[in-house]
């Protein structure tokens, strides 16, 4: 089989998600990295306390989408983006809007896991001290971070005195998951999170998804193709920039629509 | 049958071995030799820093004290000998001025051997003169000799010349009580404003350049001058010193003269550790920063930093280790030869330990070169405690990411 870019690509929606459902609208998203163009004419809607994984082969620009979702791509230099990404109704690429706020009510979770170098709580408590959360309430969060990150029953006893970096793979990206979900944001970006795990921490950390998809919208990348059929309720299939396809995930992975979608999870390409 | 791939009797060329044996040598001997020069150099140095000594005193008989004797004590029975009555030397030893001009004109001191036993304290005037200096183990070994030669008014003492008074006195025109108290005041004054102006504007540049402006060419045209900086000769920051700071804004051969010049000289190393500090902090530290909404000055302040804090301190000791082996900017903006008071502010006069190691090793009379000794060792004392600091904060803090 043939790969291409594919040109003037019309996605192929199953299912599509309305308007009212959505907490993230993304509409005719295009990004650039200099002259170099990394996403075409992205539109999309991320479903209200779901789970949406994002799945492709390698530079399909999987994490650029998710970074675009919270302006992380900002920090690179030389991105131009342009299109709309509508969240809860605002367009976080409106000049009016701080792109610092957009981050705090938008949690992240990173690749490999990143703690700071300081104590379990300090981790937890960085973007509460942000928000200038102090005191009793500081503490009370932290601890409840930590529950809803399923991590307080092996941490209660040290969290205040250990490092988070002497903490296990798995332990540590559920700290940075905690210390995502402490500022109680609505929608938390995940980008590949058990790539550097091993199969019972991806298996923690997916159930932990699971029961966080009552609370938290999620939009997960994963390189997995089984995880996003475990985890997910809707996929999105990308291929060089493109949304080639999306929908539910049964349907994406029992019946695709498109080709290339098609190749690709049968593992023809990838 | 075919030759085996890999066979034992093969080996390998012997004399390759050999070759790379002999340059793995060649590369390591001279960092040997140079080690061995340099405890060489110091332990000829403290070699040098005692000597058997017969000095004269010019009134009365030359007492020693016994061990337990109060300091007090042995002053007034040296001002009794010189004839001082019995209330004048108590007046003088109650006046607080007065004291301290005797302890500056006398030097009362545990000698750690003397003609009358060991370990007793004896009190010497500057007024005192030297009959015979000699090298420990010569003086030793005409121990006997001496003692039984000696005059009206000598003694023999075993003198180390760096003992606990060699702080705190003051320099003199006689060796037998000149001491290195005025430079080791002025050393902590130079050193601390020059450290005070050097880190934030040093650690502050290296936060510019590494955090706030990654790319373009300003920060390659300053990554440039900075690596140069680092690399001129501190003399030539002297002459800077001298023609800016002592000259043109008038401050004068003061302290805060020598310490902005200083800084100067410490500035470039103190950046260039610091951004190496500032970049090995990795970058998904600061990607879980910003993503949790945190301002570049968030970012930078509260977990960067932080996390570079043990890099950026070793080399804020490397460069004060460095700025206090300086002599020869202090030489021309005015480190003063003879300054026989404590610096009273930023624009008092000052001197310092190398510039007052220096002014000894010129001086004629030869026990300036046991003062000499006494305060190299001073220094490399210092040195040695700032590197091994450095040197544990880098192993303490070290952090795997």
């Given at each position: 089989?043939?790969?291409?870019?594919?040109?003037?690509?019309?996605?192929?929606?199953?299912?599509?998600?309305?308007?009212?459902?959505?907490?993230?609208?993304?509409?005719?998203?295009?990004?650039?990295?200099?002259?170099k163009?990394?996403?075409?004419?992205?539109?999309?809607?991320?479903?209200?306390?779901?789970?949406?994984?994002?799945?492709?082969?390698?530079?399909?620009?999987?994490?650029t989408?998710?970074?675009?979702?919270?302006?992380?791509?900002d920090?690179?230099?030389?991105?131009?983006?342009?299109?709309e990404?509508?969240y809860?109704g605002?367009?976080?690429?409106?000049?009016?809007?701080?792109?610092?706020?957009?981050?705090?009510?938008?949690?992240?979770v990173?690749q490999?896991?990143?703690?700071?170098?300081?104590?379990?709580?300090?981790?937890?408590?960085?973007g509460?001290?942000l928000?200038?959360v102090?005191?009793s309430?500081?503490?009370d969060?932290?601890?409840?971070a930590?529950?809803?990150?399923a991590?307080?029953?092996?941490v209660?006893?040290?969290?205040?005195?250990?490092?988070?970096?002497?903490l296990?793979g798995?332990?540590?990206?559920?700290?940075?998951?905690?210390?995502?979900?402490?500022?109680?944001?609505?929608?938390?970006?995940?980008?590949?999170?058990?790539?550097a795990?091993?199969?019972?921490?991806?298996?923690?950390?997916?159930?932990?998804?699971?029961?966080?998809?009552?609370?938290y919208?999620?939009?997960?990348?994963?390189?997995?193709?089984?995880?996003a059929?475990?985890?997910?309720?809707?996929?999105?299939?990308m291929?060089?920039?493109?949304?080639?396809?999306?929908?539910?995930?049964?349907?994406?992975?029992?019946?695709?629509?498109?080709?290339?979608?098609?190749?690709?999870?049968?593992g023809?390409?990838? | 049958?075919?030759?085996?791939?890999?066979?034992?009797t093969?080996?390998?060329?012997?004399?390759?071995?050999?070759?790379?044996?002999?340059?793995?040598?060649?590369?390591?001997l001279?960092l040997?030799?140079?080690?061995?020069?340099?405890?060489?150099l110091?332990?000829?140095?403290?070699?040098?820093?005692?000597?058997?000594?017969?000095?004269?005193?010019?009134?009365?008989?030359?007492?020693?004290f016994?061990?337990?004797?109060?300091?007090?004590?042995?002053?007034?029975?040296?001002?009794?000998?010189?004839?001082?009555?019995?209330?004048?030397?108590?007046?003088?030893?109650?006046?607080?001025?007065?004291?301290?001009?005797?302890?500056?004109?006398?030097?009362?001191?545990?000698?750690?051997n003397?003609?009358e036993?060991?370990?007793r304290?004896?009190?010497?005037?500057?007024?005192?003169?030297r009959?015979?200096?000699?090298?420990?183990l010569q003086?030793?070994?005409?121990?006997?000799e001496?003692?039984?030669?000696?005059?009206?008014?000598?003694?023999?003492?075993?003198?180390?010349?760096?003992?606990?008074?060699?702080?705190?006195?003051?320099p003199?025109?006689?060796?037998?009580?000149?001491?290195m108290?005025?430079?080791?005041?002025?050393?902590?004054?130079v050193?601390?404003?020059?450290l005070?102006?050097?880190?934030?504007v040093?650690?502050?540049?290296?936060?510019?350049?590494?955090?706030?402006?990654?790319?373009?060419?300003?920060?390659?045209?300053l990554?440039?001058?900075?690596?140069?900086?680092?690399?001129?000769?501190?003399?030539?920051?002297?002459?800077?010193?001298?023609?800016?700071?002592?000259?043109e804004?008038?401050?004068?051969?003061?302290i805060?003269?020598?310490?902005?010049?200083?800084?100067?000289?410490?500035i470039?190393?103190?950046?260039?550790?610091?951004?190496?500090?500032?970049?090995?902090?990795p970058e998904?530290q600061?990607?879980?920063?910003?993503?949790?909404?945190?301002?570049?000055?968030?970012?930078?302040f509260r977990?960067?930093l932080?996390?570079?804090l043990?890099?950026?301190?070793?080399?804020?000791?490397?460069?004060?280790?460095?700025l206090?082996?300086?002599a020869a900017p202090?030489?021309?903006?005015?480190?003063?030869?003879?300054?026989?008071?404590?610096?009273?502010g930023?624009?008092?006069?000052?001197?310092?330990?190398?510039?007052?190691?220096?002014?000894?090793?010129s001086?004629?009379q030869?026990?300036f070169?046991?003062?000499?000794?006494?305060?190299?060792?001073?220094?490399?004392l210092?040195?040695?405690?700032l590197?091994?600091?450095?040197?544990?904060?880098?192993?303490?803090?070290?952090?795997?990411?």
């Amino acid at each position: 089989m043939k790969l291409e870019i594919l040109q003037n690509h019309e996605t192929v929606r199953t299912a599509p998600v309305p308007e009212a459902e959505a907490l993230v609208d993304v509409r005719h998203l295009n990004l650039f990295y200099g002259d170099k163009q990394a996403l075409f004419d992205i539109s999309v809607r991320f479903p209200k306390n779901q789970v949406t994984a994002i799945i492709g082969p390698s530079g399909c620009g999987k994490s650029t989408l998710l970074r675009s979702l919270n302006r992380m791509n900002d920090l690179i230099p030389g991105v131009r983006v342009t299109g709309e990404v509508l969240y809860e109704g605002v367009n976080v690429y409106d000049p009016q809007v701080d792109p610092v706020a957009v981050r705090r009510h938008i949690g992240m979770v990173f690749q490999k896991p990143n703690p700071f170098p300081k104590t379990i709580f300090e981790n937890v408590a960085f973007g509460l001290r942000l928000m200038g959360v102090k005191g009793s309430e500081l503490e009370d969060r932290v601890v409840e971070a930590l529950k809803r990150a399923a991590l307080w029953g092996e941490v209660q006893d040290i969290f205040k005195k250990q490092s988070g970096l002497r903490l296990s793979g798995g332990q540590q990206q559920r700290l940075c998951i905690a210390r995502a979900i402490a500022v109680e944001p609505h929608l938390l970006l995940m980008d590949e999170p058990t790539s550097a795990l091993d199969p019972i921490a991806t298996q923690a950390i997916e159930d932990l998804i699971l029961e966080l998809k009552s609370r938290y919208t999620v939009v997960i990348v994963t390189h997995n193709m089984q995880q996003a059929a475990r985890v997910s309720d809707r996929t999105l299939f990308m291929h060089l920039g493109v949304l080639v396809e999306e929908g539910p995930t049964e349907e994406l992975f029992t019946k695709p629509k498109h080709p290339y979608t098609e190749a690709y999870i049968t593992g023809r390409f990838g | 049958m075919s030759e085996p791939l890999l066979s034992k009797t093969q080996g390998g060329d012997p004399w390759k071995a050999r070759i790379d044996r002999v340059f793995a040598r060649a590369l390591v001997l001279p960092l040997f030799l140079a080690l061995a020069l340099l405890s060489w150099l110091l332990l000829d140095t403290l070699y040098r820093s005692f000597s058997v000594q017969v000095v004269r005193s010019d009134v009365g008989l030359s007492q020693t004290f016994p061990l337990g004797t109060a300091w007090q004590e042995a002053l007034r029975a040296a001002l009794l000998q010189e004839g001082y009555t019995e209330e004048e030397a108590e007046a003088m030893l109650k006046d607080s001025k007065e004291l301290r001009a005797l302890l500056n004109q006398n030097r009362v001191e545990l000698m750690w051997n003397t003609h009358e036993g060991p370990l007793r304290y004896v009190v010497t005037g500057s007024y005192d003169e030297r009959v015979l200096d000699l090298p420990l183990l010569q003086g030793l070994r005409r121990w006997e000799e001496l003692k039984a030669g000696l005059g009206e008014g000598e003694r023999l003492v075993l003198n180390p010349w760096l003992d606990q008074t060699f702080f705190t006195r003051f320099p003199s025109r006689n060796p037998l009580i000149a001491g290195m108290g005025v430079a080791v005041v002025g050393t902590v004054w130079v050193l601390t404003l020059a450290l005070l102006i050097a880190i934030p504007v040093g650690v502050g540049t290296a936060i510019l350049l590494e955090e706030y402006l990654r790319e373009g060419r300003l920060n390659r045209i300053l990554e440039v001058n900075l690596r140069n900086l680092a690399g001129v000769p501190s003399i030539v920051y002297g002459l800077l010193g001298l023609a800016f700071f002592v000259r043109e804004m008038g401050f004068g051969p003061t302290i805060l003269a020598a310490a902005l010049t200083l800084a100067l000289l410490g500035i470039p190393v103190i950046t260039v550790t610091a951004r190496e500090a500032l970049r090995a902090v990795p970058e998904s530290q600061r990607q879980a920063a910003f993503a949790l909404g945190a301002t570049r000055r968030q970012v930078v302040f509260r977990v960067v930093l932080p996390a570079a804090l043990p890099g950026v301190v070793t080399g804020v000791i490397l460069s004060a280790a460095r700025l206090i082996g300086e002599a020869a900017p202090l030489l021309l903006v005015g480190a003063a030869a003879y300054v026989p008071f404590y610096p009273s502010g930023p624009l008092s006069e000052y001197t310092v330990i190398p510039v007052q190691i220096y002014l000894w090793v010129s001086q004629p009379q030869p026990e300036f070169a046991r003062v000499a000794a006494a305060g190299i060792l001073v220094m490399l004392l210092v040195l040695s405690g700032l590197y091994l600091a450095a040197l544990y904060l880098r192993n303490r803090f070290r952090r795997e990411w």
